[in-house]
């Protein structure tokens, strides 16, 4: 408890999904958190969740596409809780991976980079100047065990840029003592995940999925939360440029443990 006591974090995408297990954990740790997302209904329900717990939080309507609703969605923390100490790009959408680059169209890349790439990287631009007056925040976005292994064409290079992005703005701006890291999940026991479970056709695609890790489980939105919470807070306050990754050793163990059960 208190691990962010005082602090104002705004999460982006947390109308669902991973976003909502952090936004619902920050508070719990004693954030103000600002819930953003282009869906209201979503980013309400998660508001409410956090208040009902007796926690505090607001929501603001934001398309990070657009970056003049960054910039509110910045100027509304600063105006509601009068500071700006965490910023944690979420918001995120798939590509397709039923096409390969040969039949995906164009358009689908452009739509999948216009909301990972330029609109992770329209909330830095925003939040950034309000951190370098403090001189003192943390910024986190959510890569992708796909920026590591690849996955469709469209998404996985928008992942791998966004790793790349945020060990440049670490770069750029250390000397202000702003830090800057990712997490790349691997994928997650999401609502989709568990509609699966209830056929015979999803029960196997899962336990494949579980093959390709070494501890034989899928990431759990709640352990990407976890890894937030400690970039969010000073116990990471050495932690710059890095990626975490959140991802049931699959990236690192490249299934080599599956090589080795069959000698
Ligand atoms: N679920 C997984 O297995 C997995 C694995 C690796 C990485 N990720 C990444 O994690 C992040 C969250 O994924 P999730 O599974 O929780 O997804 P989700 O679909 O449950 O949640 C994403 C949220 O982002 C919001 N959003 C989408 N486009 C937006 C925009 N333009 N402006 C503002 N909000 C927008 C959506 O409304 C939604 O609430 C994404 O960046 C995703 O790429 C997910």
Known sequence: MNRLKG???????????????????????????VVADMNREGGEKTVNKIKEAGNEASFVQVDIRNIDECQTMVDFAVDTYGALDVLYCNAGIPGDLFYDVAHMSPENVRRVFEVNVFGTWNCI?????VMVMKRKGSIIATASSAAWYGADSAYAPTKGAIACMTTSVANELGRYNVRCNSISPYMAMTEAFHEMEKTEGGRAFIEVTKK??????????????????????DESSSVTAMDIKVDCGTINASGVHELKKRG
């Open 125 to 129: 631009h925003c939040a950034a100047p």
């Open 212 to 233: 390709y890790s070494p501890i034989y489980r899928l990431v759990e939105p709640i352990d990407v939360a976890y890894a937030a919470v400690y970039l969010a807070s």
């Open 7 to 33: 602090k104002v974090a705004i999460i982006t995408g947390s109308g669902s999904g991973f976003g909502r297990d952090t936004a619902e954990l920050f508070a719990k740790e004693g954030a103000k958190v």
